[in-house]
């Protein structure tokens, strides 16, 4: 599970921000918290802000960190961002950071990160939390890497690649190490869907599971899963039916939904169904995996094209603890505001995203917001407060600034133009 996500110089946040899911002491849905022998972690963060806030840029900055640990091959690393993009505030020659705190899957809580500037590798490290202290696993300088093998015995590395990250390098040549396999593969395990974006969705909707043709557990499944929100869905069409007939077919499977009718039963294509149940068809894997193996997804844009109560639906996934079998953790953008309420969420799993007049963004939870009171006191938000009507009157701030529109008419240019 994520812990903390913290990151730095990354496209519009120039100084350290901090997406904190470690639950705090509020009392209100306790149920919203998986509650492990290490630490009470939140299951879900929404984040709300305007168009051009930075929202996006929170959930890219750990796509990014993502794909510098996986893809083997540097030259796609920054692809689609360009160095331009990501580096928005490197004036200063201020590298990228970049950390997350984790609990993996061997219950031991980790904190990995590192800096990088211009494609190289500035440092980089890797901690163990044991009785609330971080000890070292490795720390790196530059090219120089120093190693804790055995207690109270440091081993020195040199020379190692500026542009490739220790963790992933050792890794690869000691895949039984306890400590570099747990924290490589929670990242493996980690995901991000950005649904805004028409390729990535284009690509997701052409995207068939082959555990759909031959697993009718995972059929059954994903049946019960859509007619939560389709009633009229009577079952699954799937061809070809086995695995084996499939290679004639050059991988292509076809699906059709079949339907109650007043007429009697119709299949229908999936691709002739609506947005919003295509979406909900191919994001079935995504959330399936990370409520059964506690996986972390990350999704920009969760609500698009999804009706509210949708949106309500899947976040009430994640905090039933009888459905999030495995504590899996959903962290998505929106600005879906009516589910920006009391009965929905924690104050601590709202998060606001906001740009100053300098372009610079920062994050902050609905649970640390101070506000003035009618006589001007401080305060903090009430867990009674209307979240969506405050937030949509400006009261947390993050909402679009917008002036007025003047479109002047000059006659004598319209004329010329005629004429």
């Known amino acids: ?111 990995y990160g590192f800096d990088i500037l211009k494609d190289k590798i500035i440092s980089e490290w890797l901690y163990e939390k044991r009785i609330n202290k971080f000890y070292e696993i490795f720390e790196r300088n530059n090219n120089n890497v120093q190693i804790m093998k055995v207690k109270n015995k440091l081993f020195d590395l040199a020379n190692i690649d500026d542009k490739s990250l220790f963790l992933k390098s050792f890794r690869a ?53 859509i007619k939560t ?75 698009a094209k999804l009706h509210p109560l949708l949106t309500r639906y899947i976040i009430n996934l994640f905090h039933n603890s009888k459905k999030n079998i495995g504590n899996g953790q959903l962290i998505y953008s929106t600005h879906d505001t009516v589910n920006l309420n009391k009965e929905t969420f924690r104050r601590d799993e709202i998060w606001f995203a906001e740009k100053d007049k300098n372009g610079i963004s920062e994050i902050y939870s609905l649970s640390d917001y101070i506000m003035e009171d009618e006589n001007g006191n401080a305060k903090k938000v009430r867990n009674d407060a209307t979240y969506n009507k405050d937030y949509l009157t400006g009261r947390y701030g993050a909402i679009p600034v917008l002036e007025e529109f003047n479109i002047v008419w000059k006659i004598k240019n319209i004329l010329e133009k005629v004429n």
């Not at 040549?173 to 390729?199: A, H, Q, R, T």
């Open 173 to 225: 040549i000691y895949k039984s190490n306890e400590d570099f396999n747990s924290v490589y593969e929670w990242f493996m395990n980690s995901n991000y869907l950005d649904l805004g974006d028409p390729k990535f969705e284009d690509a997701l909707n052409k995207r068939i599971s082959l555990r759909i043709v031959e697993d009718e557990k995972y059929r059954s499944e994903l049946l019960a899963f």
């Open 1 to 111: 599970m994520l812990i903390r996500f913290s990151f730095k110089n990354f496209k519009s946040f120039k100084d350290e921000n901090c997406l904190d899911m470690e639950a705090t002491s509020l009392k209100e849905h306790e149920y919203n918290v998986a509650k492990t022998d290490s630490a009470e972690i939140l299951k879900v963060s929404a984040i709300y802000g305007a168009n051009a806030s930075g929202k996006t840029n929170v959930l890219q900055a750990f796509s990014y960190m993502k794909r510098r640990i996986l893809v083997s091959d540097d030259s796609k690393v920054n692809s689609p961002m360009d160095e331009e993009n990501i580096y928005s505030f490197m004036i200063n020659d201020n590298p990228i950071s970049l950390e997350v705190e984790i609990l993996a899957k061997n219950n031991k809580i980790y904190k």
């Open 229 to 303: 929100f389709d009633a009229t869905i009577d079952s699954i069409n799937i061809s070809p039916a086995s695995l084996e007939e499939i290679k004639n077919t050059n991988g292509v499977v076809k699906v059709e939904l079949v339907h109650n009718y007043e007429d009697g039963k119709k299949a229908l294509p999936i691709s002739l169904e609506s947005n919003g149940t295509m979406k909900m068809f191919h994001l079935f894997d995504f959330f399936m995996d990370a409520l059964k193996n506690g996986m972390v997804l990350f999704v920009d844009e969760l609500d």
